[in-house]
């Protein structure tokens, strides 16, 4: 888990199809495909979340983007930077 940025994934909710898109729609490579092609966060790149809201959008609900600082609120589709 990030120190800035928490982000949840519902791996069974997703399909192998859509975490690769997700994996490569996301600016700052913070997903992979683990070993068997589930969607799954790459720890280490967590904090570099720009709250592009693009996974939470592909995801359809099986993605959560949570800033875990000022208040804390989820990231929408679409993105949001905000407090």
């Given at each position: ?12 909710a ?21 070993a ?15 709250l ?5 959008e ?23 930077s905000?407090?």
């Amino acid at each position: 888990m990030g120190r800035f940025v928490e982000i949840a994934i519902d791996a069974g909710a997703i399909d192998r199809a859509s975490g690769d898109a997700i994996v490569r729609a996301c600016p700052v490579d913070v997903f992979a495909l683990d070993a068997a092609g589930r969607l799954a966060a790459v720890e280490h790149n967590e904090d570099e979340c720009i709250l592009c809201g693009r996974c939470v959008e592909l995801a359809a609900g099986a993605v959560t983007v949570r800033r875990r600082y000022g208040a804390g609120r989820e990231v929408p589709a679409g993105g949001g930077s905000d407090g």
